[in-house]
């Protein structure tokens, strides 16, 4: 009921405030792992952005339908054919250290220093031509090609804002002011106690008046999962971002009275759970096995029980909450004759496959669990590997697995979020992330190509569809769940989730009712 | 006289389980004042029972079972324990057997005198400490000053049984009750603290219980004397009455155990040497690893000599002259610094350890401790056939020379299938004699082979060795703190101190006309000497 | 010999024995899969290789091992415990930040342990075979057998999100800004449950070892020549038992320093501690190899730091040494 | 051997020990006799608590698993690696502590300085940078248990040695001859067995609780059902469903309280003294 509530009034509450606010107060967020820096520039995780999200802006941000809208640039027009994106800048914008923030220093950041350590932007910025900046508060983007995505890219963890008169002609890495991050967004950095908590402080000269509401922030490092739990229950934090807690609290916390959670706030990132098969060796290899692992698996159980109900199946590649979604494509229920006859063509001999289930917590390891019996269940073979983060990474990256949990973000574009783990271009011993699975499709490839920079949003979506289509009958990978995060909050706390990004889009809007 | 302590049907009773129900029966004595009473007896026969049920101190599960004891108008078994408290270490003192374990460790001498003020809440603490340095005194102890600022481990035995002394007396008791308190000590100590006791009661003019089971000390100290056996008093009278003619046959018995001072005079043995130690030395270093500075004890400096085959030679000391560490470094089990051990003209020291292992059944030993010196996991059998099978010898006839031995030291041939602790101390040791002659060595080395056993015990296990040393021609290398039992065993002796052979010669010569200043002390040291030279 | 040539000695050995320390964790380390870069790949969500390449080139992890081997080592002997690239910040500094919590964590459950078990063990001991003796036994039994983190989710739970006595986790009330006596009382609230749970187990130790060390010493002669002084039994215990008898336990005590500080990397992770436990657990799993290999060294360090001081408590008791 | 067992069983504790131990082993031995099905199977809707429903006595785990299935096959899974572990501790302290102690001199000295060195590096650290290192298995985690719990044997048995090589029946045996491994093997060894068996017994049950507290960071073997994995599993449900971390948490405290027992029952029957030596 609550949630259903909040959330109309959020969409209410996005681009004008519906009511008064009530300006003051602290919020006791939990941040989970402790950040290793908050160097947004350099570190793109979701606790460095869960909590520099508050430090650093972008040109733009995106509402939970991802439409574009104002941030740092006031306005903005894209040229007809796609090939020129003018930004017009708020001005009287200053960095946390008081120097005015301007065109130059967008144009360093993109050009110079994101280019140099942002891996995900930089595939975007190989459509980009030049970055110039006629005045103190226009920059202008101009493109080799079009390029569909590219409006999507304006967001705080993909494109923040650095300041140019501390990073320029500096060793970005080692640069001491990492360790005191200068932004333009509504808070400042106050205290870092390292293994304890973040201390941020109301940024009283932010641009827009009145805002920020909050006088100060603390971003609370408590290891434990279920200590977090406690932690909110006993009023010690007042904010569980998605994910936070294990599944199992969700449901008990959300149950507790004068606190609401919220599914919004994931929309940009749309986590969409996956498994990689091995598309080069073993079963895996085998198109009817992959299929054979389809059919197998419960995934409305593990949805169920294992996420409580949240989320909601994956059919496709594409995430149903991103645009260029389609359900015209094969749909694999469970069916263990099916999985069992597959096998039979496959000519599976009983070798075992070994599973890798994501060290992100209990969660993911009873989901391998469930995975394991269902594929005892047809006649799979399976063991799970014992890895912790450093060894998954390790794992995927040198191709040294059969099934391999994860989970990949759509930052709101099958050309951003979804292309880079199907192109056979993307395949690269050695760095996780990109196409491990190894699936190799010329056709595919070109399709993608010709998607990313068709003109029209029609032409994009015939072509997704396409693809989805020939995707979902090759399964490269077994896609699981598109996985909702839920932001477990007290009733108190109004406007929190804003964006499409949520809570890592900063608390520029939210405030305390008194 | 008027006794301070009478005690009438004394009966202690023991835990269930044990050997006997009652520790002490029916016993009934006086103890007078201004004398001392000897209660003498062999281990069991209850005498110490008796001292700690007077003092209050019996182990659990232990307790009076009836009888009263008198003193002071009052019967101390009946008193509650708060005020038998108030008696301990005010009317009647105690001291004991092992000085070495009496004394707290972790607490100043000092200190532990005081704290019997402090106990019986007498004086301010300075004049404690007074009190306390005129008692160090008393009790002769060197450097009061020092003394009470020492800790225990700082102190000799001698020292200590001293400091005891000095606790004991510090509230001059009634009743002083010592429970063999120099029976851990070296002969000439034993001498002094006797003397020491002695004055002191005179002193004192207080009664004292004096718990032994050495009729020498008897006859040195003892006014009347009772003789316990099995939890009863056999026998009780003056100390002349007792030593001279003793009306119990179990008297008798212990007093003929008591090797006597008559030296007998063998005649010189003129057999080429089995062994010949040559210029034997040993020095112990005690390296503190990192930090504690290395201490350095000689403990065989330059000996030599030798034992003609049939001999058998009796090396006498007190404790640290290097006695025992000369028999283990002729067997190697002390690896001497330089010097020979020849053994028919072959140098044991030269020996590698692959040759020494063949050549060491010639040398074998007989231990003091009759408790550590058997393997408590192995059959008797095995302890005797061991080693002539690991020699090479056929296993069934190790064996059934294994029984023939267990006949010979007079236990049945049974006993091969038992267990060492099936077994008492006496017949351990005449084990460890089989187990020595099973390897039929050229050589045996008796390191204090009867000192840990009880006197008739002592006497039935010397006879058994000189007639086995008769019989087999053995030679024998007798180590001994018992000048008594070296003069009954051996042709000849030698005399050790501070890892120096003072003397060696015929026995007769060393006992009658000693040479060197050191034996002379010694043989005077001996307690009830006078008496036992009137008694033979 | 003097207490001053004691320690200079044990310093002396645990100079080496850290050296050891530091070289067969390097490798260990080195051993595991995975390496910093990857881990921060895999975070960022996207990597390329140039993205992996920069962060090793940072890391210096393009060396060969025994360059880095060398580096580290050299690094050591001069107290440069090297730079976490993970966390931004020289390693030694790092470290200082969350040794004093550790510190406080261990060294009160040290003390409390030790403490309360001698206490306890001497009562049990003090009514061998009664019910007192029997209580005080099994309840050290039960704590002994108990996993450590089992009692500390249960402390949680009872006294902290039940009776909402003690905080569940953290070390101070984050950004109240107490002050003296305040501050000192809110610290107290948020060590005690860790300090329990973490001393609970030793102490149980304590416990057992103290009683069965009091009974022996109670059977020896000088205790009996003590009462033989006519001492009342109260200052026999006190004066005479409890030094002799504390001997083996505080030897002990030494030995478990090891297991204490061990202990510390679970107590901190469910309560939150920000100490080098935790820092050493997450290092780990983030392949920060020069904060762990830091960690190691510190925590050694520790262990030996208990053994001189448990050291120095025996020779303040036995003047033999 | 007929006294031991009566000195043994005089001690009511030690009975009281080995029943429970005696109970975990037959269930843990007849495992798949109670139950056919692997204790992973998904048998019932999730989070049932005991007795509530028929045939699962103990309820069902977050996945809907039978706790009392898991419980019966994670005794296989503890004292396996209790046991297994134990005996390659003692497979390494004894030999290295009756060296040191018998020969002495250097040898002693490299000995002693080695498990000083391993008793310096907090043990339970070490173990996870071991298991973490050679990831989660059950032979990994086995082996780095019994990696960080040698150290007391060795110093247990040297102390023993030390003290028993210079007894006069061990001189005796010199004197026969006999030659040093004999020696050591024949008549040192055997006397120093009862401390260390007593030893061995406590291990076995701090071995378990090791295996449980990795488990409970996450370094267990997530392939197989163990009572540490059970408790990890559950910690994260602890406030909604205390029991599924409760239940194994009980077994595992008994048969660890059981271990202790019988070791102390073995301690009065075998040797009063251990109490002073070692750990």
Request: with cysteine; charged share 20%.
């Amino acid at each position: 009921m609550k949630n259903l509530f909040t959330a109309s009034l959020l969409s209410l509450g996005l681009a004008f405030p519906a009511m008064a606010q009530d300006a003051g107060g602290r919020l006791d967020i939990v941040v989970q792992p402790e950040p290793p820096s908050l160097m947004l520039g350099l570190v793109q995780n979701g606790p460095t952005q869960l909590v520099a999200g508050d430090i650093y802006e972008s040109l733009l941000r995106y509402d939970t339908d991802l439409n574009p809208q104002p941030s740092l640039a006031k306005s903005w027009e894209i040229s007809d054919d796609g090939m020129t994106y003018t930004f017009n800048l708020h001005e009287g914008v200053t960095w946390h250290d008081g120097e005015p923030f301007t065109s130059e220093d967008v144009v360093f950041s993109v050009d110079t220093f994101l280019r140099e350590t942002h891996a995900r932007l930089r595939v975007s910025l190989q459509h980009v031509d030049t970055i110039t900046a006629p005045d103190d508060h226009t920059v202008v983007f101009k493109m080799k090609n079009p390029f569909g995505p590219f409006i999507g890219v304006f967001e705080a963890g993909t494109m923040p804002m650095v300041p140019k008169h501390i990073y320029e002609g500096t060793d970005f890495a080692n640069n001491p002011a990492n360790n005191t991050p200068i932004g333009t967004g509504p808070f400042k950095f106050k205290e870092w106690q390292k293994g304890s908590y973040i201390h941020l402080v109301k940024n009283e000269d932010y641009y827009l008046d009145g805002q920020p509401y909050l006088d100060e922030v603390y971003y609370r490092v408590i290891p434990d999962a279920a200590s977090r739990a406690v932690a909110f229950e006993n009023g010690e934090v007042d904010v569980l971002p998605g994910g936070s807690v294990e599944n199992w609290d969700v449901k008990r916390l959300t149950e507790m009275d004068n606190v609401c959670s919220t599914g919004k706030g994931w929309e940009y990132f749309a986590p969409h759970a996956m498994a990689w098969m091995n598309n080069r060796e073993g079963p895996t290899a085998n198109k009817n096995f992959r299929k054979a692992v389809m059919y197998a698996m419960d995934r409305e159980f593990v949805r169920d029980v294992i996420w409580n109900g949240f989320g909601k199946v994956a059919t496709s590649p594409v995430s149903s909450k991103t645009n260029f979604y389609t359900d015209d494509t094969i749909m694999y229920d469970q069916d263990v004759e099916k999985a069992k006859e597959l096998l039979a063509e496959a000519g599976y001999d009983g070798e075992p496959v070994r599973i890798l289930p994501l060290p992100y917590g209990e969660t993911w390891q009873r989901w391998a669990e469930a995975m394991k019996q269902n594929l005892k269940e047809v006649g799979i073979n399976s063991e799970v590997v014992a890895t912790d983060v450093a060894g998954w990474n390790q794992k995927q990256a040198e191709w040294d697995f059969d099934i391999a949990f994860t989970y990949l973000y759509q930052y709101g574009d099958p050309a951003l979020g979804v292309a880079r783990s199907y192109l056979s271009s993307n395949i690269a011993k050695g760095s996780p992330w990109n196409n491990v699975a190894g699936y190799a499709n010329e056709e595919v490839d070109a399709m993608f190509a010709e998607a990313a920079v068709a003109p029209t949003t029609e032409a994009r979506q015939e072509i997704y569809t396409e693809i989805q289509k020939q995707l979902v009958d090759d399964v490269p990978v077994a896609w699981l769940l598109e996985i909702e995060f839920p932001t477990i909050y007290r009733c108190d706390v109004q406007d929190l989730v804003t964006t499409a990004i949520g809570v890592n889009d900063g608390l520029r809007d939210a405030w305390i009712k008194q | 006289m008027e006794p301070v302590l009478s005690i009438r049907d004394m009966a202690i009773s023991l835990p269930p389980g044990a050997d006997r129900d009652f520790a002490v029966q029916d016993i009934s004595f006086d103890l007078n004042a201004g004398e001392i009473l000897c209660v003498v007896g062999e281990s069991g026969s209850g005498k110490s029972m008796t001292a700690n049920a007077l003092m209050g101190l019996l182990p659990d599960q232990v307790e009076v079972a009836r009888g009263t004891a008198h003193f002071e108008g009052r019967d101390i078994m009946a008193l509650p324990e708060s005020e038998r408290r108030k008696l301990r270490g005010d009317r009647i003192g105690m001291i004991f057997q092992e000085p070495m374990t009496a004394l707290n460790p972790l607490m100043r001498i000092g200190d532990q005198i005081t704290e019997v003020f402090e106990a019986h809440n007498r004086h301010s603490p300075s004049e404690r400490r007074e009190k306390a340095l005129a008692l160090i005194r008393e009790v002769g102890l060197p450097d009061p000053d020092k003394i009470i600022r020492a800790y225990p481990f700082q102190l000799s035995g001698g020292q200590r049984q001293r400091a005891i002394i000095a606790m004991a007396l510090a509230l001059d008791p009634a009743i002083l009750i010592a429970d063999e308190p120099t029976t851990a000590l070296d002969v000439t100590t034993q001498a002094q603290i006797l003397d020491l006791i002695k004055t002191i009661q005179q002193r004192h003019g207080m009664a004292v219980m004096f718990i032994t089971h050495d009729f020498g000390v008897v006859a040195e100290i003892a006014d009347r004397v009772i003789v316990m056996r099995y939890g009863e008093i056999v026998e009780h009278g003056t100390a002349s009455e007792v030593l001279e003619n003793p009306q119990h046959a179990y008297t008798r018995a212990l007093l003929k155990a008591i090797p006597t001072d008559s030296v007998p005079t063998p005649d010189p043995v003129t057999a080429p040497p089995v062994l010949e130690v040559r210029n034997l030395r040993k020095t112990f270093v005690t390296s503190g690893g990192f930090f504690r500075p290395t201490r350095s004890v000689t403990a065989i400096d330059g000996v030599s000599f030798s034992i003609a085959r049939g001999e058998v030679l009796g090396i006498v000391g007190e404790s640290g002259s290097g006695k025992s560490t000369v028999g283990r470094a002729i067997v190697r089990l002390v690896e001497a610094d330089s010097g020979e051990v020849i053994l028919d003209g072959q140098d044991m020291n030269a020996l590698s350890a692959s040759e020494l292992r063949s050549a060491r059944r010639r040398v074998q030993m007989i231990f003091q401790d009759p408790y550590a010196s058997l393997n408590p996991r192995k059959k008797i059998l095995h302890a005797l056939s061991e080693g002539p099978i690991v020699q090479g010898v056929a296993k069934d006839r190790a064996h059934a020379r294994a029984r023939e031995l267990l006949e010979i030291v007079e236990l049945d041939a049974g006993a091969a299938e038992r267990y060492p602790h099936e077994f008492s101390g006496g017949q351990r040791q005449r084990i460890g004699i089989a187990r020595a002659l099973a390897m039929d060595p050229d050589l045996i080395i008796a390191d204090e082979a009867v000192s840990a056993l009880d006197v008739s015990i002592q006497a039935q296990v010397l006879n058994l060795l000189r007639d086995l040393q008769k019989r087999l021609n053995l030679s024998l290398m007798f180590i001994t703190h018992d000048m008594r039992v070296a003069a009954q065993l051996c042709d000849r002796v030698a005399v050790m101190q501070h890892g120096k052979l003072v003397e060696i010669g015929p026995v007769a010569e060393v006992f009658l006309s000693p040479k060197a200043d050191y034996t002379r002390s010694l043989l005077a040291a001996v307690p009830g000497t006078d008496w036992l030279e009137g008694a033979a | 010999m003097t207490l001053a040539a004691a320690i200079f000695g044990r310093a002396a050995k645990a100079v080496t024995t850290l050296l050891l320390i530091v070289i067969l964790n390097f490798f260990l380390i080195h051993a595991a899969p995975g390496d910093p870069a990857m881990v921060m790949a895999g975070e960022a969500g996207a990597a390329d290789e140039q993205f992996i390449q920069q962060l090793r080139e940072q890391f210096g992890l393009d060396q060969p091992l025994y360059v880095q081997f060398w580096n580290y080592v050299s690094g050591v002997v001069q107290l440069d415990l090297g730079y976490s690239y993970r966390q931004q910040m020289p390693v030694l500094d790092l470290i200082l930040d969350r040794l004093p919590a550790t510190l406080l964590l261990t060294m009160t459950a040290f003390g409390m342990s030790l403490l309360l078990g001698i206490v306890f063990g001497m009562a049990a001991a003090a009514r061998q075979g009664k019910w007192g003796d029997t209580a005080i036994t099994s309840m050290a039994l039960l704590f002994y057998a108990t996993p450590l983190f089992w009692v500390a989710l249960m402390a949680v739970v009872l006294f902290s999100v039940k009776l909402g006595w003690f905080p569940a986790f953290g070390y101070e009330s984050v950004g109240a800004e107490f002050t003296g006596l305040d501050m000192v009382l809110d610290r107290l609230k948020h060590l005690f449950l860790p300090a329990l749970t973490l001393g609970l187990f030793f102490m149980a130790i304590y416990v057992r070892m103290t009683r069965s060390s009091v009974l022996e010493v109670s059977q020896m002669d000088f205790v009996k020549t003590a009462r033989a002084k006519g001492l009342a039994e109260g200052t026999i215990r006190r004066r005479h038992i409890l030094r002799n008898a504390l001997l083996p336990v505080v030897t002990l005590a030494g030995l478990q320093a090891g297991q204490l500080v061990g202990g510390a990397v679970l107590t901190e992770t469910v309560f939150a501690w920000p100490g080098i436990g935790r820092l050493m657990f997450e290092s780990l799993t983030a392949r920060d190899y020069n904060t762990l290999l830091g960690v190691f060294l510190v925590s050694a360090a520790m262990v030996i730091a208990f053994n001189i001081i448990t050291d120095i408590v025996y020779r303040l008791i036995d003047p033999r040494i | 051997m007929i006294d031991f067992l009566k000195r043994f069983s005089r001690n009511r504790g030690a009975l009281i020990g080995a029943l429970i131990l005696i109970t975990v082993v037959l269930l843990a031995v007849f495992a798949p006799l109670i139950y056919p099905d692997s204790p992973w199977k998904m048998v019932q809707r999730p989070f049932l608590p005991p007795f509530s429903t028929e045939g699962l006595p103990l309820g069902t785990d977050t996945l809907g698993r039978d706790v009392a299935a898991g419980l019966v096959y994670g005794a296989r899974v503890s004292l396996i690696v209790g046991l297994v572990s134990t005996l390659v501790a003692l497979l390494i302290g004894v030999p290295l502590g009756a060296f040191a102690g018998f020969y002495g001199g250097l040898i002693d000295d490299g000995a002693m300085r080695f498990t000083e060195f391993f008793q310096t590096i907090p043990n339970f650290a070490l173990a996870i940078v071991l298991v973490a290192i050679l990831e989660p298995t059950l032979p990994t985690i086995t082996l780095a248990i019994a990696i960080v719990s040698w150290p007391p044997v060795a110093r247990l048995v040297r102390a023993e040695v030390l003290s028993l090589r210079k007894r006069e029946f061990v001189e005796a045996a010199r004197l026969a001859g006999l030659s040093n491994t004999r020696i050591l093997f024949g008549h040192v060894l055997p006397n120093a067995m009862s401390p260390i068996i007593v030893m061995a017994s406590l291990m076995v049950a701090t071995a378990i609780l090791l295996e449980s507290s990795l488990s409970f960071l996450g370094l267990g073997d997530p392939n197989i059902m163990s009572w540490g994995y059970m408790i990890g599993a559950a910690r994260t449900v602890i406030r909604s469903a205390w029991w599924l971390s409760f239940i194994p948490g009980v077994a595992i405290l008994l048969t660890v309280l059981a271990l202790n027992l019988i070791g102390e029952g073995l301690n009065d029957a075998l040797n009063p003294r251990l109490a002073r030596k070692g750990r």
